[in-house]
């Protein structure tokens, strides 16, 4: 995983970042903050039920909707 395919999904971190840390990114804040405040909390999105983890790991199929071989 690198960060430019991270940061491709921009979108998702923001809707992320505010609805797991409440943090509003049109606020200003991540011109406060480091680079590596940034870094930490992206990196929480990709260990958590998030947007971002769905994309890049996306849940098995569900198996009872799968029609079985007989």
Do not use: N
């Not at 395919?5 to 409440?22: F, M, R």
């Amino acid at each position: 995983m690198t960060w430019e395919k991270l940061l491709g999904q921009w979108p998702l971190i923001e809707a992320d970042l505010h609805d797991t840390y409440g943090i509003d990114v049109e606020s200003g804040i991540l011109h406060e903050r480091s680079w590596r405040w940034l870094q930490i909390r992206i990196g929480g999105l990709l260990c958590a039920e998030t947007r971002l983890r769905r994309h890049f790991a996306p849940p098995p199929e569900d198996s009872k909707h799968t029609p079985r071989r007989r």
